[in-house]
Each structure stands twice: as structure tokens, then as C-alpha cells.
């Protein structure tokens, strides 16, 4: 429990993307249509992660309040859809962490109601 209350305090501080592991841009190179399928692959599983550890910190009520709320059936590769999207229509967002961006961009998407 002592590390996934350091995760979040991690993942919720306001970090410039020199100190996280991956920025918007990565995530977005990684993401890109015309990425190899080693790229797709870190796409992917970057975005099943922070998901589901949105997922559990709701679960576990480590967070009070989810920042977005899952579609019933949604695809990996909607939420893939999604990411880019909002990242293509918010390129100043790109040098800030890839995690940011991906819980912005399902904060906007899928809001819980």
C-alpha cells in the first residue's frame, strides 16, 4: 500500500517531462501510425498501465474521486484513438509526461457523470 500512495503522489506531481520517463512526444511517436510493431507494442502497454492504475487506485479508494470513468466494452485501440487525438489537437502538451497526457485525454473523453 506504502508504494502505490508513492506511486500516485508520483504520478500527480507537477513534474516537467526532463524528469519523468516519457513525454507526450514519445508516447505520441510510439503511437504513430506508421510506428514498427516494437513501438506499438510500448504504445499499448503504456496506455493498459496507466489505465489500470487509474482502475485500481478507484478500486482502493487510494484516489477520492476518479478523473474519468470507463465506457462500457472500450477497446485498446479506441483508447489508443483517443490518446492520439487529444495529443494531435493539443501539441503544446506534448514535452509535458506522457502520463499527463493520457489521463487528460480520458478525463476528456470519457467523463464520468
Known sequence: ??????????????????EAFKTGQELREE????????????????????????????????????????PPKVTLDKLKSVITAYMDANPDDLDKTASGNVLNAFAQAFPCE
Open 31 to 70: 503511437c504513430g501510425d506508421n510506428s514498427g510493431f516494437f513501438m506499438r507494442g510500448a504504445c499499448y502497454g503504456f496506455i493498459t498501465a496507466v489505465f489500470d492504475l487509474h482502475s485500481s487506485w478507484v478500486e482502493s479508494e487510494v484516489i477520492s474521486e476518479p478523473q474519468f470513468c470507463k
Open 1 to 18: 500500500m506504502r508504494w502505490l500512495i508513492l506511486g500516485l503522489a508520483l504520478l500527480t506531481m507537477n513534474v516537467n517531462a526532463a
